[in-house]
């Protein structure tokens, strides 16, 4: 449960990075990037729980009360995980500096789980499984951005 | 004779042989002591230049020409200052001060392999920062270093509240580093 979880972690966190990035570029509005991470935050949390719930379910020998706790455990750890994203576009003003700052703090999470998954591998790159984690979610990131300039653009264009 | 010569060479040659051995676990010794401090001195040197290298182009944002005008004692004061007051300066909304510490220290520990060098490499690089803002004071200009701390206190910070959260971050971040990336 728990390499799942991790696993699961990593692209919860470069899902809430994208989202963020795409909203705030498209947007500029703090309450809508803080209601995406919320969203994103429970909709990952339910996903990652729900599927938990269901592989063990197919194993009739674990209890139906260890199913629901491991399930209720998955949702809490990715939610919280997401959502402490939020804290920077509550302690700083500009968006674009909570953003700026939430990017750095979600990659250099991303490098510690991804670090992690390494070390349970059996040919241990550690150092190359970060790099490839990171550079992945900074392409990602990159696109995502260009994507939410895009639509705010179409927006302009038709008048909307 | 003829045995006892042939015992005498046998008896050379295994002292030889010993020698050699205890010649070789000496030399085995200290490559591994130089082997160890020269990874954490490149640590500590990679911890701190990365600091550095954020703090001059993140935080100062400062190009290659603007450094060059730059007042000088001023602007060595601030590379080693801003580091240690993170609280201070983060108020202000200096956020990459956070990423230069936490990447700095998280590299250092990557280098050194082992958690306990990590949190070293985090204390030392701390040490020499604060050892570097004073060491600039007192060879070029002491009263603009007292001018910074008086900055400092005046925006209604703690400079021990700021020193504890600095070193924390550098330890905390070198220790997740070297937890990764040891044997």
Redesign the interface.
């Known amino acids: 449960m728990v390499s799942a979880t991790i696993q699961g972690l990593a692209s919860g966190i470069i899902v809430a990075l994208a989202i963020m990035v795409g909203l705030s570029s498209g947007t500029e509005a703090k309450v809508v990037v803080l209601s995406g991470i919320v969203v994103v935050a429970f909709v990952e949390g339910f996903s990652d729980a729900f599927s938990e719930y269901l592989s063990q379910r197919t194993d009739h020998t674990v209890k139906t009360r260890k199913v629901w706790k491991e399930a209720s455990i998955v949702f809490a750890t990715k939610a919280a995980i997401i959502l402490q994203f939020i804290l920077p576009f509550l302690f700083l003003s500009k968006i674009e500096e909570a953003t700026q700052f939430a990017i750095f703090w979600g990659l250099f999470i991303l490098s510690i789980v991804s670090g992690h998954i390494a070390r349970q591998q059996v040919n241990r790159r550690i150092v190359r499984t970060m790099v490839l984690y990171v550079g992945a979610a900074i392409i990602i990131i990159t696109i995502t951005y260009f994507i939410g300039d895009f639509v705010a653009y179409i927006f302009f264009l038709l008048g909307i | 004779m003829a045995k006892a010569s042939e015992a005498d060479t046998k008896k050379s040659d295994e002292k030889k042989a010993d020698k050699e051995k205890i010649g070789k676990k000496k030399t085995d010794k200290k490559k591994t002591v130089k082997g160890k401090l020269g990874k954490l001195i490149i640590g500590v040197v990679a911890c701190i230049g990365i600091v550095e290298m954020i703090i001059l182009l993140l935080t100062l944002q400062l190009s290659t020409g603007k450094v060059d005008s730059y007042i000088t004692t001023t602007l060595w004061q601030a590379i080693f200052i801003i580091p240690l007051h993170l609280p201070t300066f983060l108020t202000s909304?200096m956020?990459?001060i956070?990423?230069a510490l936490?990447?700095g220290a998280?590299i250092g520990g990557?280098i050194v392999k082992k958690i306990k060098k990590g949190i070293l490499v985090g204390i030392i690089s701390f040490g020499l920062l604060l050892l570097l803002q004073f060491a600039v004071g007192f060879l070029f200009d002491f009263n603009a270093l007292i001018a910074w701390y008086s900055l400092i206190s005046s925006l209604g910070s703690n400079v021990i509240l700021d020193f504890l959260v600095s070193i924390g971050i550098l330890i905390t971040a070198g220790a997740?580093g070297g937890a990764?990336?040891r044997e």
């Open positions: 909304g956020w990459s956070t990423a936490t990447i998280f990557l997740i990764l990336t």
